[in-house]
């Protein structure tokens, strides 16, 4: 026996364990039933419970009427309690049904304040950006009116300079110091600004100059340059036509006295239109001198 317990496995021998225990459990299950006699308890007076009256339509009842009486009755008196109970349960589940609507609502504020405090923050973030651009097209602004006044005003200096040279030049020129009178006006068309009006007298008084001084080809350039700037006055037009009698072209000096007194006709243009009769007179004795040559 001893050899064929040692070659059991384990769960042979838990089986056995099991059963005997489980044997043990159940005999003293049967034991305790069968062997001993209930014990009967003394009924107290207050107890005992009064016999109930049957009526002879009770008694004349059969035993299931009777019996689904009693289970009525016990029914009706349970449900009562069963009912507050289900209303307790009832206001508990709307409670809590309550308080997670409140909870819901509480979460879904937040986020609304989430969301409206990143669209708060965004639109700041570009109402921001949209000042400081403003801001800075404004200073910008305020930089180029600056820089622009101080050119302005440098210019300015500039062109008062260059009239107060060519005053310098007409008092040579009164002086017939024709050379110093050049180098004024030509220091005056340094300093004005291209195409400034005042450069149309400069270069008629340096023409002037130049043809007294005998530079005929310098007077020219310097009368063609007068007409470019302001082409509707005459006196560039007679300054050119005194040029070319310099360098004894009188027929083309000629049809410029003529081309005068056709274009300007105003009473503004007398003076020029006088000079440009002279002119013509003096052409025709040089075109008729050559004539008798």
Known sequence: MISDFTEWGISEVITVVVTIVFLYVMSKDFMGGKGKKPVKKPVSVQEQKPEEKTTPKEENKPAEQKEQSEESKEVKSETPKE????????DLLDEAFDRMDTEENIVDQAWDNVHYGREVSI????????????MKAVREAKEREAAAASEKTAEERRIEQAINIRKEGNLCFNKKNYKAAIQHYSRAVRLFPPGHIELYLVYANRSVANR????????LKDAESCI???????KGHLHKAAALEGDSDWGTA??????????FTSSDDLQARSAANIGISRCDEKLDELLDY
């Open 228 to 234: 470019k700037i302001n082409p509707a006055a005459a």
């Open 83 to 90: 009912e507050e109970k289900k209303d307790e349960l009832d």
């Open 212 to 219: 007294e001084d005998g530079n005929i080809k310098e007077a």
């Open 123 to 134: 639109k700041v973030n570009v109402l921001d950006q949209i000042k400081e651009s403003h």
């Open 254 to 263: 000629k049809s410029i006295y003529q081309h005068i007194l056709s274009k």
